[in-house]
């Protein structure tokens, strides 16, 4: 069965690095998300991306971050410049078509020192 | 605005016990999406069911069963008979038409034990 990729499964920074969470959705899906969750707290909506631009973004996702499906199966999410509070599990999601089920990834742990 | 409460953080039952769990949404939008999922302690995000707003069957997958009212804003989750391996954080979900981001509830922390 296909399913949504996440690599690193953990990632520790430290403050003020650049990290890239990478994502590989399933092959056929046209929709792409991130969402976040802060230990303890509920998922956050960060940004979805639909043929190859940003539809909606949250406050959350400010300048430090960026999206990027660069080769037609990647979808990365950039953080430029790391924050203490950027500390969260980032989830992946795709989706098919509109109003489908979004299609989760395992998540990464960011850990920012 | 959007929104979803699930007004129980935490909830302890013993194995065997039915459980239900609330969740109550907001939103002004008639076309809209229901979703629980449910997060293990492993920390990924499973899917469990997802209505939309136009179909107020009830819905039953084995021990799992869903109970929407619109007239109550509400779509609650049972599991009967409960499970150790049912222990998780569950969450309900929320989309509407004009929209695809989810909208989260805070969730429910789920403890059942043996």
């Known amino acids: 069965e296909p399913e949504v990729t996440q690599t690193p499964s953990h990632q520790v920074t430290q403050m003020g690095q650049e990290v890239i969470l990478r994502c590989v959705p399933i092959?056929?899906?046209?929709?792409f998300y991130w969402y976040r969750q802060i230990l303890g707290q509920k998922v956050e909506f960060l940004v979805s991306?639909?043929?190859?631009?940003?539809?909606?973004k949250s406050e959350i996702f400010d300048d430090q971050f960026s999206v990027e499906r660069p080769d037609g199966s990647n979808f990365t999410l950039k953080i430029r410049s790391t924050k203490l509070e950027d500390s969260a599990m980032y989830f992946c999601?795709?989706?098919?078509?509109?109003?489908?089920?979004?299609?989760f990834g395992p998540g990464t742990r960011l850990t920012v020192l | 605005a959007q929104k979803v409460t699930q007004a129980q953080t935490e909830i302890s039952v013993v194995e065997k016990e039915d459980v239900t769990l609330d969740c109550v949404y907001e939103?002004?939008?008639?076309?809209?999406?229901l979703f629980w999922y449910k997060q293990p302690p492993s920390g990924e995000l499973v899917f469990l069911i997802r209505r939309n707003s136009f179909d107020e069957q009830n819905e039953i997958s084995g021990r799992y069963s869903w109970n929407f009212q619109k007239s109550t804003s509400s779509f609650n989750f049972t599991i009967t008979a409960s499970q150790v391996v049912d222990s998780a954080v569950y969450f309900c979900?929320?989309?509407?038409?004009?929209?695809?981001?989810?909208?989260f509830g805070k969730g429910t922390r789920l403890h059942i034990l043996p």
């Open positions: 092959s056929n899906h046209l929709y």
């Open positions: 939103t002004r939008d008639t076309t809209y999406y």
């Open positions: 991306f639909y043929n190859n631009e940003i539809s909606e």
């Open positions: 979900a929320l989309i509407v038409n004009r929209d695809d981001k989810i909208i």
């Open positions: 999601a795709s989706m098919p078509a509109v109003y489908h089920e979004q299609f």
